[in-house]
């Protein structure tokens, strides 16, 4: 489970496949963090299990393909 992997598919999730820009704060917004958190996060690697449960689970998307990218 790779940080930078898990924040590129949520960015993919996010700019619905388009070629818009995603910013951390919008990932931020996205899984109900502060920016400065998950900035913060980032820095660690931390990576937020509990937020990207709940997102997942509100876009009805597979928590399986967010941190392991298989179904």
């Known amino acids: ?4 992997e898990i924040i590129k598919r949520l960015k993919s ?5 388009n070629t818009q820009k995603i910013y951390d704060k919008d ?3 996205a899984l109900g963090l502060e ?4 900035t ?6 931390k990576i937020p299990f509990r937020e990207i449960a709940i997102f997942c689970n509100k ?3 597979s928590i399986n393909w967010i941190l392991f990218e298989s179904n």
């Not at 489970?1 to 930078?4: A, G, L, N, S, V």
Request: no cysteine; aromatic share 12%.
């Open 59 to 61: 876009k009805e998307i």
């Open 1 to 4: 489970m790779e940080f930078d």
């Open 27 to 29: 990932i931020a917004a």
């Open 35 to 38: 920016a400065q958190y998950f």
């Open 40 to 45: 913060v996060m980032k820095k660690r690697k």
């Open 13 to 17: 999730v996010l700019s619905n496949n």
